[in-house]
């Protein structure tokens, strides 16, 4: 499924299966997450897209051609994310922060990503993953639960967090975070009944409208909502010396609001892209978490119904794209 360009529909290709080069490997997708980042990829929210571009960063799948240098064994089963490659040699890259690589590659926006039955993709970024899991239940943890993750270590050792947005990457680090004993409060689009009782069904203790104040100051707030009128309201809700962690690639301007909101050392900080460290430690601890994601699988060539989806926030959980989802089930 190929966007052509940014704005328009995706459209089915058909293309010779790609050969993997050096250090890649052909990756037969078993099942591809679709996040908000695609969307923002599709409705042309992000500059320089590759184009025309395959995208989705949320690929599970099994490795089925390998180029030179590759000791991944053929057959296994590997997640591919967002992160595709990282130069290793940029002063980012040699500190431990490949995620802000001066010339990175980001997989379904500036290479060819995972709405397709074949992808290719680099070894060495390449997560080895089980046999035993469920592709599509998986799909979500390779950049909600990633990113997810990484925002929930930015916002610290608190015990109370706010989450705004309660879609993919949420209702994943809901589940972290009642595991690690915190406290969860769940804000959603005002209104949303349906989304605050699913957000209480994974264990927050309070949900309610953005615009509404918790019943107890917060730790930390997380912003998974791409809207930017939220930092200065999540200011207002954390306690002195919060945080409040921007978890999106995109998001529409922050207004500007009293710096009575920012003082006694409340800070707002975003989070970009994964390292493979963050995707090695949030893969290992998932199952120790028992996460269990809620997901909604539609075939490979409903892209765009499940992109229509998830713009219209008619998705609880993620939506996943299964290319060989219309030959097992009626869809
Ligand atoms: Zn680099
Ligand atoms: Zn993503």
Redesign the pocket.
């Known amino acids: 499924m190929v966007l052509r360009r940014a704005g328009e529909r995706l459209a089915i290709e058909e293309r010779p299966e790609p050969e993997p080069g050096p250090g890649q490997i052909r990756v037969a997708v078993e099942a591809c ?1 679709v ?4 969307l923002h990829v599709v409705d042309g929210d992000l500059p320089d897209p590759k184009l025309p571009i395959v995208p989705g ?2 690929i599970v799948g099994r490795i089925e051609a390998a180029g030179e240098g590759v000791g991944l064994p053929l057959g296994s089963r590997v997640g591919v994310a ?1 992160l595709g490659h990282a130069c290793g040699h940029c002063p980012y890259c040699v500190s431990a922060r490949e995620n802000l690589c001066d010339t990175p590659l980001f997989t379904g926006y500036t290479r060819d990503g995972g709405f397709a039955t074949h992808t290719i993709a680099e070894a060495a970024f390449a997560f080895p993953l089980a046999e035993d899991l469920d592709p599509v239940a998986a799909a979500p943890l390779l ?2 639960g990633l ?1 997810g993750w990484r925002s929930l270590k930015a916002a610290g050792e608190g015990e109370a967090i706010g989450i705004y947005g309660f879609g993919a990457a949420a209702h994943i680090i809901a589940q972290v975070c009642r595991w690690q004993g915190r406290r969860v409060f769940a804000f959603t689009r005002p209104g949303d009944a349906a989304g605050q009782r699913f957000a209480l069904s994974l264990g927050a203790e309070w949900a309610g409208g953005s615009d509404e104040k918790p019943p107890a100051p917060l730790d930390a707030a997380i912003l998974f909502a791409p809207v930017g009128a939220l930092a200065p309201q999540a200011l207002a809700a954390v306690r002195k010396g919060g945080r409040v962690v921007c978890g999106g ?1 995109y998001m529409s301007d922050i207004p500007s609001f009293p710096y009575r909101l920012l003082w006694e050392e409340r800070s707002v900080v975003s989070v970009a892209n994964l390292t493979r460290a963050d995707g090695h430690e949030f893969l290992a601890l998932a199952p120790r978490a028992q996460v269990r994601t809620t997901t909604r699988p539609y075939a490979l060539e409903k892209a765009n119904e499940a992109l229509d989806d998830l713009r219209a926030g008619r998705l609880e959980g993620a939506a996943v794209l299964a290319p060989y989802f219309a030959h097992t089930k009626n869809v």
């Open positions: 997450g996040c908000r980042t695609d960063h949320e967002w950049c909600a990113i690639i």
